[in-house]
């Protein structure tokens, strides 16, 4: 029946306003919505430009986490830090047919499938490491150019190509299912993207607009912003239910969960004053958190285009010359989400990944779009007004508001010199002190105007490294020590003090007043500055309990009174208690302890108590309480690779900010939380004898069960070697590698992130296990993965020939022991014979020297090491009980004339004499000695009383007084002796000083006489 014309009409127009209402409503354009530094935050990439990766126009993850790259010249894998590239050959069945990859798809079974420009499409056989081809053929794939793949939900492919719509079932076999859908129906010019939803019904994007294909009925055509007839080139759902489209040249639209089809798909619309988003072609679609969808475009604006869905802001991502880890090209090719989180975005540039999930900290590279170059910020200042004073190295101050961006800014002209702003603080009235390299300045609190500030006896161009505020007294610190200025309500400031050379070092670095005090870091070291004193800490790099010499490049005291210094050399020390008088003890946290670089530059306490350090290779967190380190890098969200010395402020939002080289690091310390991904681990490849095998059977997870990697014995010289990867894509440089093989390595084997390789060779034959461990970022350990090794023998290596090979052994053994038993029979009678004789000669040598050794060589009696013992026996004994023990000393009377007048032949002769007559003078179990020189001893055993002494000591001087002949001379002797006689409780030298005594009072009475000392 034939409708009216005015109820046609009227019904247009109520499609056009609900769409326009949808436009209002839907999508509201406001470029700030409350997010802190949300204007300001920098989208860093990570860039792999190797030429392989560039041109990439489709990517996949397949299910061991390999990440697939289709280029316009190739297949590409991808596990983090090495690449396989696939090419066409028309010489083989197996491998591809065409280089130019337009598509790729990961089934429910986990297979990976590639549609080409002109090579229809091809399934790739993982177990095989080849290709399998279905060509187009007039009764299956009509045309050879395929742009969309997706499930069918049934383990089938529904297919777009250059003619519309294909399908290809379980089986491998191309049906006619499309016609059911009424997809022979869709207007000429090709499929360019599918996406199936739960109800089987399936959304196709053609190059003549978006359709719904449903089986039983015609394809329904939806409008997208009222239109009708849009090339659609990319369709996505995201985890909320919402459909979003991207079209050729009309930007992208959405339709929201449960949103009636009829209404049609409202636009997205860009915030900014020159939104160029509704006339650009969207390349590709993705859902890089919750509420936040990507849009890559190409041409135009170019770039990415950002949207928070929830506040219907946008922002763009575009690439700029002078910041290398911006987006590589702003002409984006695809994008994917890997599955654990990383947004691959490929283009001509390369291949680029992104993590959005570290919140925690944000990278702020430029404030002003329109302005060259990143930040590079050597001081800070969190202004009363919570707005950020931030010390340019250019010269200059820019003055920013986390919520609104840049606010304003101090620049050259306007009272400052063309020299890096070294220190910022604020004045008692509002005012902010500005260190320089060209001398101290004083801005407005607006920060419009700024003057030079005189200091009485200080040149005005003298550089200001610090500043501290106490009261109404500035403390200055520059290269020419440490001055405090008096800082009246009006008029000029006035010096009260100047400290130099009482420093230690006059290049004050730091400055922080602690009570009555101000501590003062220097280049090479510390001092505490009293009202009337000047403390030096001393300095000591060997102690670990001192002060380390060094730049102090900052200073904070935590809740618990204890100070910390940044110290660029050596990390983070800590003293203990900074008011306690007497002996510093410090604490030092390095490298060892977790530090990333021993370069510290600036402290900072949260909120919560946590210290945070800027180091020049990335921040650390340190807990008070634990002294536990945390190191952030790349894998975090920490973009700026080092930083300034003493450049960092807590906002008034208690957020850490970090002056760096390349740009601002603002810490979120609440959003910091750890990373638990627990990646793949996979076997990348594998060689056998210079030869490389597919290694995905591996990694189908049957460990053990795998079939064994043998080695023959051809191969075994030159062994295997296997490479494998955690596919931790985060931050893969920080990736752990160990592998060992059960049964031939005692331990694990460690092995570097760039050479994860375990390689063996010359294996003795039998069966081995090799396990691999790999981990994430943070050295987490994923499952061990096993892989079987079978080393096969050689042919004397078997049973058999082993078997045989003993037995011929045993044989040619027992004649050999027959043999070698009889010879060394004889044998061991010769060396018998030798052997006595020799210990013969040995005994006789030894006892010469212990004669050698105990003898005086002159007068053959003991000398006086064997006295020494002799006494000290002849004591212990007595003191244990037994007999009494006397000790003589005996020392010739006028020996000196004897030799000076008769020469030393008679003394010595007169030596020997002496010797054979105290052997006669004295009782056998006597000991006589030879102490040296002119003196002699005798040790007598049982002789305890002076009745028993006097005989003995009498007749030695009988013995000794005879005359001597020699030559034609006589000689005349006589000899004093001394005695003593052993006491209870007395040692050996006790009774050896008793007896000296009484040699000399015998000499003293006269000589050739006696003495007994009690």
Not at 755 to 763: G, I, T, V, W
Request: some cysteine; overall charge neutral.
């Amino acid at each position: 029946m034939a409708m009216p014309c005015s109820n046609v009409l009227r019904r247009r127009a109520l499609s056009a306003a609900l769409c326009l209402l949808l436009m209002l409503l839907g999508m509201p354009a406001r470029a700030n919505h409350g997010v802190r530094w949300g204007e300001l935050a920098h989208t860093a990439f990570r860039h792999h430009g190797h030429p392989d990766l560039s041109s990439g126009v489709s990517l996949a993850q397949d299910r061991q986490g390999f990440v697939w790259i289709g280029t316009q010249s190739g297949l590409v894998r991808w596990d983090g830090n090495r690449h396989i590239k696939y090419l066409a050959d028309g010489a083989r069945n197996d491998a591809l047919p065409d280089s130019y990859l337009m598509s790729l798809h990961v089934d429910s079974r986990g297979r990976l499938w590639a549609g080409m420009n002109s090579g229809g499409l091809v399934r790739y056989n993982a177990e095989h490491d080849n290709f399998i081809r279905y060509r187009a053929i007039p009764s299956g794939q009509r045309d050879p150019r395929v742009s969309a793949i997706i499930d069918d939900g049934r383990d089938g492919l529904w297919i777009g190509t250059g003619a519309g719509l294909d399908h290809l079932d379980a089986d491998g076999r191309f049906t006619r299912l499309g016609a059911q859908y009424g997809a022979d129906a869709l207007p000429d010019g090709g499929v360019e993207a599918l996406l199936r939803q739960d109800d089987g019904a399936l959304w196709a994007g053609t190059r003549h607009g978006l359709f719904l294909l449903r089986p039983g009925r015609p394809p329904q055509q939806l409008t997208l912003g009222g239109q009708r007839g849009l090339p659609v080139a990319r369709l996505l759902r995201d985890s909320a239910g919402r459909l979003w489209i991207g079209t050729g040249n009309s930007g992208a639209f959405l339709y929201q969960a449960g949103a009636a089809l009829a209404t049609g798909a409202a636009p997205v619309r860009e915030s900014g004053t020159r939104p160029t988003l509704q006339q650009e072609r969207i390349s590709a679609i993705v859902e890089a958190a919750p509420d936040e969808i990507w849009f890559g475009t190409h041409g135009v604006g170019g770039g990415i285009v950002v949207l928070d869905v929830r506040h219907g802001a946008t922002r763009r991502i575009r690439h700029r010359a002078d910041t290398p880890d911006s987006l590589a090209d702003n002409d984006v090719m695809t994008m994917l989400r890997e599955r654990s989180g990383i947004i691959y975005v490929a283009s001509m540039a390369g291949l680029s990944q992104y993590d959005p999930r570290p919140r925690a900290v944000a990278t702020i590279r430029h404030l002003d779009a329109s302005h060259n170059g990143v930040l590079s910020v050597p001081s800070l200042l969190q202004a009363a007004d919570g707005k950020l004073w931030l010390g340019k190295v250019s010269g200059g101050i820019d003055i920013v508001d986390p919520l609104h961006g840049l606010r304003g800014r101090l620049d050259v002209g306007a009272g400052l010199p063309q020299s890096r702003v070294l220190a910022l603080a604020s004045g008692p009235d509002g005012e902010v002190y500005i260190g320089t390299q060209q001398g101290l300045f004083r801005a407005d609190a607006d920060g419009r105007r700024a003057q030079r500030v005189h200091v009485a006896r200080r040149r005005d161009e003298e550089e200001v490294w610090a500043l501290a505020l106490v009261g109404r007294t500035l403390w200055v610190g520059g290269l020419d020590g440490l001055w405090a200025l008096r800082l009246p309500s009006a008029g000029a400031p006035q010096l009260l003090r100047h400290e130099g050379a009482r420093l230690g070092d006059t290049r004050v670095t730091a400055l922080l007043p602690l009570d009555d005090d101000v501590w003062v870091g220097t280049r090479n070291g510390l001092a505490r500055v009293g009202p009337e004193t000047v403390e030096q800490i001393p300095t000591d790099l060997a102690a670990p309990d001192r002060l380390p010499p060094g730049f102090v490049s900052s200073m904070l005291r935590d809740r618990d009174g204890r100070l910390w210094l940044s110290n660029f050399g050596t990390g983070i020390v800590i003293l203990d208690d900074a008011s306690a008088n007497g002996p510093r003890r410090f604490h030092r946290l390095g490298m060892r302890q977790g530090l990333p670089d021993r370069a510290a530059n600036k402290l900072l306490q949260d909120r919560d108590g946590m210290i945070w350090a800027s180091t020049d290779n990335g921040l650390a967190r340190i807990d008070p309480r634990t002294l536990a380190v945390r190191a952030l890098g790349i894998g975090e969200g920490v973009h700026v690779p080092s930083y300034w010395t003493n450049a960092g402020a807590l906002t008034d939002a208690g957020e850490p900010v970090f002056g760096g080289l390349s740009g601002l690091s603002v810490v979120r310390p609440q959003a910091l939380s750890a990373w638990h991904y627990t990646p793949p681990l996979v076997v990348t490849r594998i060689l056998l004898n210079d030869q490389e095998l597919p290694a995905a059977v591996y990694n189908a997870g049957l460990g053990r069960k795998a079939p064994p990697l043998t080695v023959t014995t051809a191969a075994r010289e030159r062994g295997f070697s296997l490479d494998f990867a955690a596919l931790d894509y985060s931050a893969p440089e920080r990736n752990r590698y160990a592998y060992r093989l059960l049964g031939f390595d005692s331990g694990w084997v460690s092995t570097e992130a760039a050479a994860r390789r375990a390689s063996y060779n010359n294996l003795p034959p039998g069966d081995y296990l090799l396990q691999l461990r790999g981990s994430n970022r943070n050295g987490d350990w994923a499952p061990t993965l096993e892989v079987p090794v079978r080393v096969l023998p050689a042919w004397h290596q078997r049973t058999l020939a082993r078997v045989a090979a003993v037995l011929t052994g045993l044989l040619l053994g027992a004649g050999l022991m027959q043999a070698r038993t009889t010879y060394l029979r004889r044998r061991q009678h010769e060396l018998e014979a030798m052997v006595a004789a020799r210990t013969a000669e040995l005994r006789a040598t030894q006892a010469q020297l212990e004669a050698l050794a105990y003898s005086d060589p002159l007068t053959g009696l003991a000398n006086r090491r064997l006295f020494n013992d002799a006494l000290r026996h002849l004591v212990a004994q007595a003191e244990r009980g037994g007999a009494a023990c006397t000790l003589l000393l005996i020392d010739l009377d006028r020996f000196k004339l004897v030799n000076d007048t008769h020469g030393h032949d008679a003394g010595d002769a007169l030596l020997a004499a002496t010797a054979a007559r105290l052997r006669a003078a004295v009782r056998e179990a006597d000991q006589p000695f030879r102490l040296g020189g002119d003196e002699f001893a005798v040790l007598l055993s049982q002789t305890a009383d002076h009745a028993t002494l006097a005989p003995v000591c009498e007749r030695i001087l009988a013995q000794l007084a005879a005359p001597l002949p020699h030559d034609a001379a006589v000689i005349e002797i006589s000899v004093s002796v001394g005695a003593a006689i052993h006491q209870a409780g007395h040692d050996h030298e006790q009774l050896y000083k008793r007896a000296d005594l009484a040699l000399y009072e015998a000499k003293a009475a006269g000589r050739c006489t006696w003495r007994l000392r009690a």
